[in-house]
Nanobody, 124 residues
């Protein structure tokens, strides 16, 4: 069971970069796969990136592949998202969350222990 706090968001020009951090407290951080998800106004929350807990296998949404990098430091209980070559369509509130199960209906990850999110705004 984790408590998560995102930070690092802000305003950046198109083509710029931002680094997001997610600080976790509680027990068992290293055992959880962790994800970054985002939600833009008027849109559904969407998957951005995932990293597994032990072997740190990563996965990315096609829209961010090659531009974003997810990483974790289990010793510091911290998750990171490096975002490069940002585009206006990346504007959203970014959340980190722990994967707690997989949906029995969709076989997709189910996330919990959401933070408050951090706002990323990319100007053209």
């Amino acid at each position: 069971q984790l408590q998560l706090v995102e930070s690092g968001g802000g305003l950046v020009q198109e083509g710029g970069s931002l680094s997001l951090s997610c600080a976790a407290s509680g027990r068992g951080f290293s055992s959880y796969a962790m994800g970054w998800l985002r939600q833009a106004p008027g849109k559904e929350r969407e998957f951005v990136a995932r990293i597994s807990g032990l072997d740190e296998i990563t996965d990315y949404a096609e829209s961010v592949k090659g531009r974003f990098t997810i990483a974790r430091d289990n010793a510091r209980n911290t998750l990171y998202l490096q975002m490069n070559n940002l585009k206006p369509e990346d504007t959203a509130v970014y959340f980190c969350a722990a994967e707690v199960s997989r949906s029995t209906l969709t076989d997709q990850p189910v996330y919990d222990y959401w933070g408050q999110g951090t706002q990323v705004t990319v100007s053209s």
